[in-house]
Every structure is written in structure tokens, then in C-alpha cells.
């Protein structure tokens, strides 16, 4: 449910004046005058931090590709930094935000650019709407299990997204790196994607400790049992040194498969695997031997 929050009218014509300065006046000044206003705490450990450099939002608008018809949804908006901007590109901007207090600067902001719509909440319990693109500089504290609902629940052309520069390198990780992981999984599997560029810590305030990489995914067509592939990553790529047939063991633990009956149906070159050797189609063949045996 969305609430009204009353203002002076002063405020608000004060708010709309600096909204539509936004791109000529320094973003820092911009943003430290909003959050101060609106009672905003920006938190570090949830990864709350908003972009103050041009350049970097030009980046994400250019990679975006928006078309005047396209319904774009923004997961964490913030006080508005990118909203407003793609509600001048495209044909409606879905905003999904938690903070309350930056709800009321949102709602504020669609006051005047009618094209966007405010859903207030969790963005990893929520049901998303039909979209086009995803274009978002996502909080670092719900980045990777936002990108798992992405991948596996959501129907869109492209997304253009914001992550931990050591988070992104995992998209690229071949099998056999150390960033191989179970995000390199799902990224072969199910995307395309493409690195836009890596940004320092002064683009944002607060400074984040790490340098932020924004990323290009295309989603690829694919028939795959994700729910259960998922489980299968989570256990194996917790014990990524290990060989299959060891790491198996306590996957069957949890599943309460049969360890023995299970390794009689695999191929035995890859029990004899490590779990960071072991290639995309590899998971999806086990993952398939697996949903047999259940």
C-alpha cells in the first residue's frame, strides 16, 4: 500500500525547482541537500549508495538502450538519482523501494513525471509486474540473490545492473578460476552479459570500500529447472575444492537421496571432478540425473 505524505507547499516547489537542476548542478550537493531534508540515513552495510557522477549514469542510460515504448523497472531507486532520468526516455518507470523516507522523495517526484509507478517494499518477496528492462544500481547487500530471482522468475529484453567490482568478476569466471562459482553457472546458463564499465568508490556517496562494475544481461530462452539446479549449486559450490563424489555425499545428507544409488548413475570421470572444474552443462546433466533419482 502506498501512503501520502504531506509537505509544505513551499517544500515541494523548492523540491521541484532543484529536480529539474539536477543534471546541471553538482549530484553531491544535490543528493546531501535531499537526504538531509527527507531524514535519509544512507546505510553502508546494506550497501546504500547513491550515485553523484554524470558520467556514471550516462553510462547506464546509453547501455540501457531505452526505447520510447519500454517499461523499465528500477529495484532500489533511492531518492530518485536514475528515476528521474529514465522516466524522460521511457514509456513508464516501475520503482521497487523499502525506505520509507525515500518513498516520500520518490512520490514526490512523481508528482511531476506521471510515467512512474511506486511499489513500496521488498524487492526480493515481490512478484514483479511484466517489464521491458531492468535498470537499476542495485544495494550490494541483496545483489546476488536479486540476480538469481532475475535470471530464473522475470521475463525481460535486457538489464542493466550495478555490482561489487568482485562480484561482476564472477559473471565472466571460466571453469577452473578462482571467481568460478555458482553465479557463473547461472550467468553461462541463462544470460548474456556484458561488462559496461568499473567506477570508483567517488561516484557514490557514501563511498562504498570497493570499486562498483555495471553490467549488461540479455537473458537467453531456456527450459531449465532452476529451483532444483539451485539447491544442487548452493550445497556443491560450498565445498568447491572438493571432488563430486565427496561433495555428493553431503548433498544426499540434505536431500535424503541414497549417496550409493546415486553415484551408480553418474558418469564416473565426473566424480572424480572437483566442484570448481566442472562446467555449466556438467550441472545441468547431474541436475537432471538427480530430479530422476528423487
Known sequence: MLYFYKTTYNKINRFFIRRE????????????????????????????????????????????????????????????????????????????????????VLLKISEKEKNIEIIEGDALKINFPPI???????????????????????????????????????FFAKVGDRDYSRLSVAMSLMAEVEKVGDFPPDCFYPKPKVFTTVVKIRKKKHNIDWSNLED??????????????????????????????????????LLEKRIFEIKPEEFIYLSNIIKKGK
Open 232 to 269: 544442487i549449486l548452493k550445497i556443491l559450490f560450498s565445498q568447491r575444492r572438493r571432488k563430486l563424489k565427496v561433495a555428493l555425499n553431503t548433498y544426499c545428507k540434505i536431500s535424503k537421496m541414497n549417496y550409493n544409488e546415486l553415484l551408480g548413475i553418474i558418469d564416473k570421470e
Open 21 to 104: 537542476k539536477i543534471l546541471e548542478e553538482d549530484l553531491l550537493k544535490w543528493t546531501l541537500r535531499i537526504i538531509k531534508e527527507y531524514n535519509i540515513k544512507p546505510k553502508r552495510r546494506l550497501g546504500q549508495n547513491y550515485i553523484i557522477n554524470k558520467e556514471m549514469i550516462n553510462s547506464i542510460l546509453e547501455a540501457a538502450e531505452i526505447e520510447p515504448d519500454d517499461i523499465i523497472l528500477e529495484i532500489g531507486a533511492g531518492i530518485g538519482t536514475l528515476t528521474i532520468r529514465l522516466s524522460k526516455l521511457a514509456k513508464k518507470v516501475i520503482v521497487i523501494e523499502k525506505d520509507k523516507n525515500a518513498i516520500k
Open 132 to 170: 521491458d528492462k531492468i535498470v537499476s544500481n542495485l544495494p550490494f547487500s541483496i545483489s546476488t540473490p536479486i540476480t538469481f530471482k532475475i535470471l530464473s522468475e522475470v521475463d525481460f529484453k535486457l538489464a542493466v545492473l550495478t555490482y561489487q567490482k568482485e562480484v561482476a568478476n564472477r
